[in-house]
Structures are given as C-alpha cells and as structure tokens.
C-alpha cells in the first residue's frame, strides 16, 4: 500500500479548527463566486457575450472544486474511510473540473486577441454557440485524461475493491507507476499549449497596443492577469510532490503540512477567479454592486459605459 495510507488522525481538537478553518474560507468564497454566477444569469448582456460565459465557466469550475474539496476533507476527518466507487466518481469531477482552468484561460486569452487583433472578425468567430462548443471541447479533453485511469482501474481490480472502503485520494487507488508517468505527461502537454496560447496572445495584442490603443492595452493586461493564474493552476500539479518532499523532512508533521500545503494551492487561488472580472471589469462591477446593494432599481445596459476589455 502506499505509505499515504498510513493511520495517523489529528486529536479532535485540532480536526475541528483545522475543518471550520477550511469550510469557512472555501464557503465564502463558494458564495462569492455563487453572486457573480447569479449576476451572470440574471442579466441577458452577460449570456449574449463570449468573453462572460467563458469567465463564468472558470468560475463554476472553482466552485466544483472547492465544493469537492472541503465534503472530501470532512468526510476524510469523520468517516476517515470512503467507498472506492464513491471516491472514483468524487476525485473525477474534481480532478477534470481543475484541469478545465488552464485551458479556459487559453480560450479567453484567445478570445481577447481575436477582439483586439480582429475586431470585425469577432462577432462572427465569437459567438455563443461556438463558445459552449469550446466549453464542451474543455470538457472533453479534461474527462480524456481522467477516463483511461479510470478504465484500466475497472479492467485490473476484482469487482469486491470497488465495495470496499479507502482513505480517498488520488494515489491510493490509481497506483500503477503507468499512470503517474502518463498524468504528468499529459499535465505537461496541457501546460505547454496553454504557455504557448498565452504568450502568443500577449505579444500579438502587445504590438497592437503600441497604436495607443485603451482596448489593447486592457487586454494585454488582462492577459498577464491570466498569466498569472495559470501560475497558480501549475501549483495544483506539484501538490503532491510539495507535500511528498516536506514531508520526509518533517515526518512527524504529515497532517499538517497536507493540510496547509492543501489550503495554500488548492483553496486561496480561487479568490483570484472572481477580482479578475468580478472587480476589475465596470460593466460586471456596476451589475455587481446594484445587486450587493440590493437595490431595487432596474439596471439599463446603454447607461453602462461599453465593457473594456
């Protein structure tokens, strides 16, 4: 078995800070991004444009995650044990919904330059259908990665694993080196193509930006701004490694550093998602805060200064 396996629980205490510690940050921000969904769906400007639906679909993949997360590491610290079955099926949305954030800033990188770079070109090649098809391809390429682990997994074990019960996580169920091997080339390939996307993008919109252009120079940095994330996405890939590597040299600290290493890459970035449009774009920033406001007055979209990009 692998050593993650190993039988070491937090006295109670300590369980129950370090759950409501997590559960109380992931919630919030769970609602955060939950008020900016209700913001999308609640005003038709929003679902009409390319450049939201795919900022919206980053940011329910966020709440996916975190939902996912937090129900795994209470369940982890009461139950400490899962269904295999269960655990599958848990740790296959939320591994796919957390590779679909790369590749959603590609295509809303992509989507920036072709505003900026081909402005009378982007009403025609950003439009909504062809935007949930992206969303869908996402989809596809995410569950493709995720679904040959699965298979081999069905195809080796007897049908009695699958009833029996683990501690839930990645690595004690899905244990052939093959696998391992085969998830870090494909988390390298999808690391490459969206690097290649962004910088391709910055630089096209950087030159486009030399003209003095307000809208170029927004974009560029909006790109930058995806950059960034895309840093953090990369957080969630040496995860393992991080906390393999801390913890042979401080073996008696295990739970703590799984648990701080797992708040600092897999809980906190996420608050990244929604300052990104949520605050930093006026048009979804006024729509915003009549709601926070709860105000009760109707909002016009031609009063609102044309979105930037």
Not at 114 to 135: G, M
Not at 173 to 193: C, E, G, H, Q, R
Not at 270 to 290: N, W
Request: aromatic share 12%.
């Amino acid at each position: 078995m692998n050593t993650t396996t190993t039988v070491i629980r937090d006295p109670l205490y300590l369980a129950i800070i370090k759950n409501v510690i997590t559960v109380v940050i992931s919630l919030l921000i769970i609602y955060i991004n939950a008020t900016l969904v209700h913001t999308f769906r609640k005003h038709q400007v929003f679902n009409t444009n390319s450049r939201y639906i795919l900022y919206i679909h980053l940011v329910i993949n966020d709440i996916i995650m975190l939902a996912l997360m937090i129900l795994l590491q209470v369940l982890s610290y009461i139950l400490f044990t899962l269904n295999v079955s269960v655990c599958m099926i848990m740790l296959l949305i939320a591994i796919s919904s957390n590779l679909n954030n790369p590749l959603t800033l590609a295509a809303m990188a992509l989507e920036c330059y072709l505003a900026i770079c081909f402005p009378l070109r982007h009403p025609q090649i950003c439009t909504v259908r062809k935007t949930y098809i992206v969303i869908t391809v996402i989809w596809f390429l995410s569950l493709l990665t995720v679904l040959p682990d699965l298979f081999i997994v069905i195809a080796t074990r007897p049908s009695e694993y699958f009833q029996s019960r683990i501690f839930c996580m990645w690595t004690n169920i899905f244990t052939s080196p093959i696998l391992a091997k085969k998830k870090d080339v494909s988390n390298i390939l999808f690391l490459v193509i969206v690097w290649f996307i962004l910088f391709y993008t910055y630089f096209r919109i950087l030159f486009t930006a030399q003209a003095a252009s307000a809208n170029a120079k927004k974009a560029r940095n909006t790109v930058l701004l995806h950059g960034f994330q895309l840093l953090l996405c990369m957080l969630s890939y040496v995860h393992s490694l991080v906390i393999e590597a801390l913890s042979r040299l401080f073996p008696n600290d295990i739970l703590a550093i799984r648990y701080v290493i797992s708040l600092l890459i897999q809980v906190m970035p996420r608050l990244i998602s929604p300052m990104v449009y949520g605050i930093r774009d006026k048009m979804f920033r006024e729509y915003l805060k009549r709601y926070l406001l709860t105000t009760n007055s109707n909002i016009h979209p031609e009063k609102i200064q044309k979105r930037p990009i």
